[in-house]
């Protein structure tokens, strides 16, 4: 039979009890205090054993496949951790796939750095990242070197691209067109995307008017990926266009080319850099010739971004041999995450700003004092530093297919590249 | 403009042979497939692989159509196993199911690269009035029309079409009375996947090799299947031809940039006219 409590005693027991619980979740807090202090991640004293812990976000199943980053950035990482690390510390790396929407954008960019302690974001390939997470990577000085997708990546204080950008690569490829190649008739198709078309129309707006002669015949804005591309090759026959500018990737230059062929269009194809992949010559096959396609065809023609797999500098060979090792298929996004991780890494090497390369200030001091870096893969040396927007990479490499591969198109600077002037803002 | 109009005909062959794929799995089965394009994108994806061991471009094809056949298979076993007794919606959003697998599967497969598929007419054309047009296009567009045909006269004359007939009516009674509704549930869907399949493979050698685009064809495909008020094989096929023309016409005009909005004008306008009689408050 249990005694009968006095009130006192009841107050008593309760008392106890509460003061027990309050003791445990004291000790839980201070024990799971000191063990997130202690952990790699998040770390401020740096232990010498410290992982960098580094995240990517890409649009892969979105309809823009820039899956090869990822595997372009894991190379990389491969190779360092390899050679042991930087200064000791292992890179321990993690990909995302935001399927191209703006909510997961968002949702993994929090992940990475407030769950994951990503310490940078390093080979970005995602459409919505940069307007989505702009404001997020500002404030909390997340740094991030990737792939300029978006105007938007081109105007934060946070985010470096390391190619020349779609902007850029518009500017070449006029430039080019006008000044080498001289077509009597030049037409564009242009992505039916709300966010860029303004700025499309204001660049070409101000070459027209700096370039005497310039002149297009007409601008289609078309979302190719989605549809046949035969309709938009009819229309550009009817135009008589004997050059036709893509913003595509590359499976859809070749359902443009082949298509054109089909219903008889003699033109020159000419795309950005996303077209770039080493299997378009192979697969055009004859077709990807100069005057495959009658005799107003130049051939085919890429804005590379970046070098190609086959060019002879020593930077592009190393990435070529280590991507065989790793089994990484060669493409522009892969060459990104290459690129990415290898600038990066540069700058934690040197760490000029002297802090904790563990942890994310550390890394964005050193990103912010790193000296310029030249790699053969761009057309000029790359740098993050400390300014509010980022564009280091000013040109492009024209390629062309002969002989069933890709080569330098003639007519370009000396280092085979096609360098031009940062472009105006937009208005 | 009869450039134009040829022009639309490539996709319209492909709107046309799916369209045709929904209304009878919609009359037959009970389902609305969104997956339809993409199980078929799958099946003809199969082709590269048995391209890579040099096989000549037919037999890639007819194995290509095999493997269609057998992801079919899977899909009406999957259907007939778990959602026989569904209503309509549940069984039409499973196929969002397969929808999204086979996008996921299908990106790996299809990985930004390019490929040449095996193309069994060699991309040889015909030229009308100056515009080439593929003969790929004109047999697909021929074979929507008599997959139409030869489907609407196996179903009234044959006894197998009297099965699926009377399975699409009343399918526990038929069940019942001996049909094998479960086989032929796996039957229909793998008749589908063959047509799907085969719907790609014409298209295939010279559109996108990126995933997506191929598996969203479906929507084109519902709206033509749509103005055929999913009953009428004969109008779905029409109509995926039309929606073709309409959207290749319509890109040359200064509306080009609102093309993706045909399909969903298309399906306003039916949904309309099959509901004008509904009174607006009678819902309430």
């Not at chain 1, 290898?342 to 004092?369: H, M, P």
């Not at chain 1, 297919?401 to 003639?410: F, R, S």
């Not at chain 2, 389902?31 to 590269?48: I, R």
Request: charged share 15%.
């Amino acid at each position: 039979m249990h005694a009968v409590l006095s009130p006192g005693d009841r107050r008593r027991r309760v008392s106890r009890r509460v003061s027990a619980i309050a003791a445990v979740a004291a000790a839980s807090l201070l024990i799971a205090a000191c063990s997130s202090s202690s952990s790699p991640s998040g770390s401020s004293s740096g232990s010498a054993t410290a992982d960098i812990k580094i995240g990517q976000i890409d649009s892969i199943s979105g309809g823009y496949p820039f899956g090869d980053a990822v595997a372009g950035a894991q190379s990389y990482v491969a190779m360092v951790n390899a050679a042991g690390g930087i200064h000791g510390h292992k890179i321990v790396f993690e990909s995302g796939d935001d399927k191209g929407q703006a909510s997961e954008a968002a949702t993994l960019a929090r992940k990475f750095v407030e769950q994951d302690g990503d310490v940078a974001l390093i080979g970005d390939s995602s459409l919505p990242e940069c307007p989505t997470n702009q404001g997020y990577y500002t404030q909390n000085k997340v740094p991030i070197v990737g792939t300029g997708a978006q105007p938007q990546c081109f105007a934060q204080p946070f985010f470096q691209p390391v190619n020349a950008g779609p902007y850029i690569g518009h500017e070449v490829m006029w430039d080019y067109t006008f000044s080498q190649l001289k077509p009597a008739s030049v037409c564009q198709l242009e992505q039916n995307d709300p966010t860029s078309i303004k700025y499309y129309d204001q660049l070409r707006a101000e070459f027209v008017a700096s370039h005497p002669g310039a002149k297009f015949t007409e601008v289609t804005y078309v979302n190719d990926a989605s549809k046949d591309p035969t309709p938009a090759v009819t229309q550009a026959k009817q135009a008589g266009c004997d050059l036709i500018m893509l913003s595509t990737v590359a499976p859809n230059l070749v359902a443009f080319v082949k298509a054109a062929k089909q219903v008889g269009l003699d033109a020159t194809f000419m795309c950005l850099g996303s077209c770039y992949d080493a299997s378009v010559p192979k697969t055009l096959g004859a077709l990807g010739e100069p005057g495959a396609l009658g005799p107003k065809d130049q051939g085919v023609f890429v804005a590379a971004e970046l070098a190609p797999i086959n060019d002879p500098s020593p930077d592009v060979q190393a990435m070529v041999a280590q991507f065989k090792k790793t089994n990484t298929p060669a493409d522009f996004w892969s060459e990104i995450g290459w690129l990415s991780m290898a600038e990066v890494v540069n700058a934690l090497t040197a760490n000029k700003g002297g802090g904790d390369i563990t942890t994310s200030a550390g890394v964005v001091a050193a990103l912010q004092k790193m000296d310029p870096y030249t790699n053969g893969l761009a057309a000029t040396p790359l740098i993050f530093g400390t300014a509010q927007s980022h564009a280091p990479n000013l040109g492009s490499k024209m390629l062309l297919i002969k002989n069933g591969d890709w080569t330098t198109a003639p007519g370009q600077g000396s280092n085979g590249f096609t360098i031009v002037k940062a472009p105006t803002p937009p208005n | 403009m009869y450039e134009q109009i040829l022009g639309g005909l490539v996709a319209g062959g492909v709107y046309a042979a799916l369209a045709v794929c929904v209304v009878v799995m919609y009359q037959m089965l009970g389902v609305l497939s969104f997956a339809q394009s993409a199980l078929g994108a799958l099946g003809a994806c199969s082709m590269l692989w048995f391209q890579s061991f040099g096989m000549n471009p037919w037999l890639s094809v007819l194995l290509g159509l095999v493997v269609g056949a057998a992801i079919g298979v899977v899909a009406g076993w999957i259907m007939a196993r778990y959602f026989l007794e569904a209503s309509v919606e549940v069984r039409s959003a499973a196929t969002v199911g397969f929808l999204v697998a086979s996008v996921a599967i299908g990106n790996r497969i299809l990985n930004g690269s390019t490929y040449s598929f095996p193309d069994p007419f060699g991309g040889r054309t015909v030229t009308i009035g100056g515009q080439g047009i593929p003969i790929a296009t004109l047999v697909e567009v021929t074979l929507a029309f008599v997959l139409a045909v030869g489907i609407s006269v196996g179903l009234k004359k044959t006894f197998l079409g009297a099965q699926l007939r009377a399975m699409s009516e009343r399918a526990t009674t038929a069940q019942l009375l001996g049909v094998r509704v479960g086989l032929l549930t796996v039957l229909v869907w793998s008749a589908g996947c063959v047509v799907s399949t085969m719907a790609l493979v014409f298209v295939l050698p010279t559109s996108t090799t990126s995933f997506p685009p191929l598996a969203y064809l479906i929507v084109p495909a519902t709206a033509a299947a749509l103005l055929g008020l999913l009953q009428n094989i004969y109008m779905a096929a029409l109509g995926g031809v039309l929606i073709g023309i309409a959207e290749s016409l319509v890109l040359a005009s200064r509306f080009g940039r609102y093309t993706d909005a045909i399909p969903f004008l298309i399906v306003v306008a039916v949904m309309m006219y099959w509901r004008r009689k509904d009174v607006w408050s009678e819902a309430r």
